[in-house]
């Protein structure tokens, strides 16, 4: 397998950072080997807050993600406008529609996904939009299987946060599905 | 073996409690603050002790009380913290006193900035304090190889009566990665019979830092060499890669190493005869690495987050500086896998 | 024949270097016989300082290490931390401790840490030769202040018993002096003191000495005890600054 090469970019509280996390997690599980960086600083209070998550069946030598992406996921205008550079010529542009447009020049292969309405609809707020644009990330690129997404969601949120698994399953397959009609 | 999806600089913090760290005294500073966020929760849960320190300053000669004491202590800073604990090192080094420091490099010189670096080479390997003296000093590539050091570290530490630097950098520090953690003693490691515990029925012991007399301070000197010189023909310690039919070698360490072993595989792919030399310790320098190596290497490459602080080291280790090359980027910029690619076809020249 | 007065087992048999009429051989002995009578004296770990006692190590006869200037409280932070039932001790001049080392008192006086500090005031820097020390009175002469001490040039001492006091985490301070036997017996009645409330873990705890350097305030040790009365002591005055068992009678 080739180093699959993920960029998360959004506003600090759309929970960028943890939808990277899931992804490392749930490629952990499944054997591989994995990183997740964050960019820090400042950033993380209020403005835009971005990860780079490296899957690969080899140790991974550079962490960040600058160049070639398999993914770029952009959760607002300003992300999307800042990475959708990054992307390789065959990498998938997930992008929040309901905040973000690609107006781009270059040809992608570009998933827009109304995370904000889709979460909106099935659990009253947007607080699980991240998870629903993961599950279209999966699907795009197969860079871990959905099982393994599944038990991350149960190692993170072990303990007295138990109780939020099954809403973050759901809002995944909500994506997962939805990128899979596109 | 169980693995965690851990961020460096909590992953440090873990390993130090399973080495049997049981002592913190640190500051905070970005980008290491997770260390004492860490073990501020952590060490409580298992006898130890967390202090927040006034200051840098005070932090460092907390540790050398602890380590006067006889415990196992760390500390952790970032630059220009590490900047501000010069004055400790030095006292540590000087009593002989084991302790282990980190430090979770940023960009500078001085406040400089938040975001990774690896100026701080000479400050710590050629020693920021005054004086003659070492540190052993680690530079982990990776979170599991940063653990692996941590422990490593503390028994270093005991072994020599020395402190050892574990120099990372903030994107180490920030980053997550699976680890596992597998403390076992790397050293039989002998008892700590000078610490101060109160003399009981037993003698008085005295940690000492001034000498008056001229002969006597040099004597101390030349004592503390005695245990450099074994250190440096024990504890040299690097990673070959690629390196069984290279003509050229990459030198670097830390996070610049990583990008530069994905660099490697891609100018690989295009033909080219290179490998890394890869220092895990950056003192003592592995030395060994090239006099193994360097009789069948054309160039050095040598790629740093500095302005080429360790080609100094890498020349004398070779010993013909015009044999090296040097890229890096500062002040907080991770250099790209495309610019390593693209400086090593520069030097190379279509050379495969 | 019955012994009626014998050298402490805490105190080395060393010469010691200090110059005649310098206190702090005085107040080693009073530190040293305190330990003893309590019987703590091989439970005691001491940092020294960086000025004229930094081989106060060589004379006390109990395990010490020799600090960094003015780190001393950080230092006995991290052994006492490792050591929470011994008795751990700073020993501490002027400038290693109201200069240099003003944060480290501060901050180790703030954490309550339970450690006790010997602190002698002679308002002059003594082994680098006599320069101007944060205690150095208006007016009174140091090699870096020739003229005198002029606060508009060079600032104005610091009363720090007074000002550590109005901290919450100090169990005890006070201040003695060592220029009468009278004040010698109070000055070690105060150890005594500082001492036990440290071994039942009240919190920090300091007593500070007024005391003379005869050599580079360039007066002969009998002047030099007159000077403590008159000059120093009604600049800073003895007495107890904070005592939380007094507190708790209230």
């Known amino acids: ?182 | 073996m169980a693995k965690y999806l851990m961020k460096g600089n909590e992953a440090i913090g873990k390993a130090a409690i399973e080495a049997g760290c049981k002592y913190f005294f640190g500051y905070p500073i970005t980008p290491q603050s997770e260390v004492p966020e860490y073990l501020s929760s952590e060490l409580p849960k298992v006898g130890g002790v967390f202090v927040q320190a006034e200051s840098e300053v005070a932090a460092i000669n907390m540790v050398y009380g602890a380590a006067a004491a006889g415990a196992r202590v760390l500390t952790s800073s970032s630059s220009p913290g590490i900047a501000l604990k010069q004055e400790g090192i030095g006292y540590l080094t000087n009593a002989s006193l084991p302790a282990v420091i980190v430090n979770m490099m940023r960009g500078g010189p001085g406040l400089g900035t938040i975001q990774p670096g690896q100026a701080d080479y000479n400050m710590t390997v050629k020693g920021g304090s005054n004086g003659d003296y070492r540190n052993i000093v680690m530079a982990p590539a990776s979170v599991q190889e940063a653990v692996d050091m941590m422990m490593e570290a503390f028994d270093l530490a005991d072994y020599y009566r020395i402190p050892v630097m574990v120099m990372s950098d903030g994107l180490i520090g920030q980053m997550m990665e699976p680890v596992s953690f597998d403390y076992k003693p790397c050293k039989e490691l002998p008892p700590k019979d000078w610490a101060l515990t109160g003399m009981g029925e037993g003698k008085k012991h005295m940690v000492e830092n001034l000498v008056m007399d001229a002969d006597e301070c040099e004597a101390w000197n030349h004592d503390h060499f005695k245990v450099y010189n074994a250190i440096e023909a024990a504890e040299q310690d690097w990673e070959d890669f690629m390196m069984e039919d290279a003509e050229y070698a990459f030198t670097s360490y830390g996070t610049s190493a990583r990008i530069a072993k994905t660099a490697i595989g891609i100018l690989r792919e295009k033909g080219y005869k290179v490998g890394m030399i890869r220092p895990k310790k950056l003192w003592p320098f592995p030395i060994k690495a090239f006099e193994l190596h360097d009789a069948k290497i054309k160039k050095y490459l040598d790629v740093e987050m500095s302005m080429g602080q360790m080609v100094g080291d890498v020349a004398l280790a070779c010993g013909d500086a015009s044999k090296i090359e040097f890229y890096g980027r500062v002040g907080g910029n991770i250099p790209t896998v495309d610019e390593f690619v693209a400086f090593g076809e520069k030097v190379m020249g279509g050379d495969k | ?250």
């Open chain 3, 1 to 250: 024949m019955s012994i009626i007065f014998k050298k402490t087992r805490a105190l080395t048999d060393l010469k010691m270097h200090y110059c005649p009429g310098c206190a702090h051989g005085i107040v080693h002995r009073l530190v040293a016989e305190v330990l003893e009578e309590m019987d703590e004296d091989k439970n005691t770990i001491i940092a020294v300082p960086v000025g004229c006692a930094v081989f106060a190590n060589k004379y006390f006869n109990f395990d010490s290490i020799q600090s960094a200037h003015g780190r001393a409280p950080a230092t006995a932070t991290g052994i006492k931390r490792v050591h929470p039932d011994k008795l751990v001790m700073t020993y501490q001049g002027d400038g290693d401790l109201a200069s240099i080392g003003t944060a480290e008192i501060v901050h180790a006086a703030a954490r309550g840490e339970k450690i006790t500090t010997i602190f002698i005031n002679n308002g002059i820097y003594g082994m680098t030769g006599g320069q101007m020390a944060p205690t150095t009175l208006p007016g009174m002469k140091a090699t870096t202040a020739k003229a005198g001490r002029d606060p508009q040039i060079n600032g104005n001492p610091i009363r720090m018993s007074e000002m550590l006091s109005t901290l919450d985490g100090p169990a005890y301070i006070e201040r003695v002096s060592v220029s009468t036997p009278a004040q010698v017996t109070k000055a070690k009645m105060a150890i005594r003191k500082a001492l036990e409330m440290q071994k039942a873990g009240l919190g920090f705890t300091m007593v500070e000495v007024v005391s003379s350097c005869p050599t580079n305030w360039g007066v002969t040790p009998v002047k030099a005890m007159e000077f403590i009365r008159e000059k120093m002591i009604p600049y800073y005055p003895l007495g107890v600054y904070k005592d939380v068992t007094a507190e708790e009678g209230k």
């Open chain 1, 1 to 182: 397998m080739k180093d699959i090469k993920i960029c998360c970019a959004g506003f600090g509280g759309q929970g960028t950072l943890s939808m990277g996390k899931i992804l490392a997690y749930a490629g952990m599980l499944e054997g591989k080997e994995v990183t997740w960086s964050p960019s820090y600083g400042p950033e993380m209070r209020g403005g835009t807050a971005n990860c780079h998550v490296v899957i690969s069946d080899t140790p991974v030598g550079s962490p960040v993600v600058t160049e070639n992406a398999s993914c770029v996921i952009a959760m607002n205008q300003p992300s999307l406008d800042k990475f959708a550079e990054v992307l390789a010529d065959d990498g998938a542009l997930v992008v929040n529609a309901d905040l973000a447009t690609y107006n781009g020049e270059k040809e992608v292969r570009l998933l827009s996904v109304p995370a904000n309405t889709l979460a909106t609809k099935e659990f009253g707020g947007t607080r699980l939009a991240n998870i629903v644009l993961l599950g279209a990330v999966v699907y795009a690129t197969n860079c871990v299987s959905v099982d393994f997404v599944d038990s991350a969601f149960e190692h993170v949120f072990s303990g007295a946060k138990s109780k939020f698994v099954p809403d973050n399953k759901k809002a995944f397959a909500l994506g997962y599905d939805f990128a899979k009609s596109l």
